[in-house]
């Protein structure tokens, strides 16, 4: 990639990136040749040379403020901001624990916040920055037994909906990317809940099988790295891009389509319909 397809400047600051999407967008981002500090809570810290670029993993957890300013503070031109940490949690909406539901937020949402806060003041002072977060479908529609999950990805997407506003005057663009079923170790690491005795039982076990094998035979993550890789070359890039015709498509009816259907087809999607017997 030459320098002129660079607005940003040759570094970027990757969360989450020691897997799945994290590490596919760190492996891109280093081939097209910039310095990518790859940062999560469990990495083997050291440098990379990867084709023109190379990766400086370090140890860095999105929830510890220390952490994420003592990284932050020894990068030197720092242009980009990649959010990938995140995990997911399934359950029923009515018995997912709170404790689980904040633990889901404070990573997927106030690690994005915890972050910025230190990024984006050296960001504004460059005078063209890009902050970017691996957003999800599950962002524009919500999916059952996901409902926690699906209401960190709406979060991210106002907040960043929001920042682009606020930040655009001082050169700040903003993106979220939007992929669907990822093959990655995502779907191993998934917190599930079920509550014996639940009446949702069932229909949650249904569900969530059914996102497992959506998502083992997925997209490869390196087509959400090269969507980032594209939009790091854009001046002006969208605010949101969705990864996938397929999905575009979905996006696309749930917006023209009545809610009441498009809630409905999701309920087919997933094997979530009908009325459960209640004794």
Do not use: W
């Not at 994290?22 to 081939?31: E, I, T, V, Y």
């Not at 970017?132 to 909906?161: D, E, L, W």
């Not at 669907?180 to 099988?209: I, L, M, N, W």
């Not at 023209?256 to 498009?262: E, I, M, S, T």
């Amino acid at each position: 990639m030459k320098r002129k397809t660079r607005p940003y400047g040759d570094t970027i600051l990757i969360t989450g990136a020691s897997s799945g999407i994290g590490r596919s967008c760190s492996l891109r981002f280093a081939r097209a040749g910039y310095v990518v500090y790859a940062v999560s809570r469990h990495c083997e810290e050291g440098v990379e040379l990867v084709g023109d670029g190379r990766i400086i993993s370090m140890r860095m957890d999105v929830n510890d403020s220390d952490s994420v300013a003592a990284v932050i503070a020894g990068i030197p031109d720092l242009g980009i901001v990649l959010h990938c940490a995140g995990f997911g949690i399934s359950g029923p909406a009515e018995d997912t624990p709170l404790d689980l539901v904040r633990s889901q937020f404070e990573t997927n949402y106030f690690g994005i916040l915890r972050v910025n806060a230190f990024a984006l003041p050296l960001l504004r002072r460059r005078g063209r920055s890009l902050v970017m977060a691996i957003g999800s479908i599950a962002g524009r529609v919500p999916i059952p037994f996901q409902s926690q999950y699906s209401s960190t990805k709406y979060a991210v997407s106002a907040y960043f909906g929001a920042l682009r506003i606020e930040a655009g005057p001082f050169g700040v663009r903003t993106v979220v990317i939007e992929p669907g079923d990822t093959r990655t170790g995502f779907t191993d690491h998934r917190s599930s809940y079920e509550p014996t005795g639940s009446p949702y039982a069932e229909a949650c076990r249904r569900a969530v099988g059914q996102m497992e094998r959506d998502e083992r035979s997925g997209k490869d993550p390196d087509t959400v790295a090269q969507v980032a890789l594209r939009m790091a070359s854009r001046k002006n890039p969208p605010p949101k891009v969705v990864v996938g015709f397929g999905y575009r498509v979905l996006v696309f009816l749930a917006r023209v389509l009545p809610d009441r259907v498009v809630l409905r087809l999701l309920g087919l999607i997933y094997h979530v319909g009908g009325r459960p017997h209640v004794s």
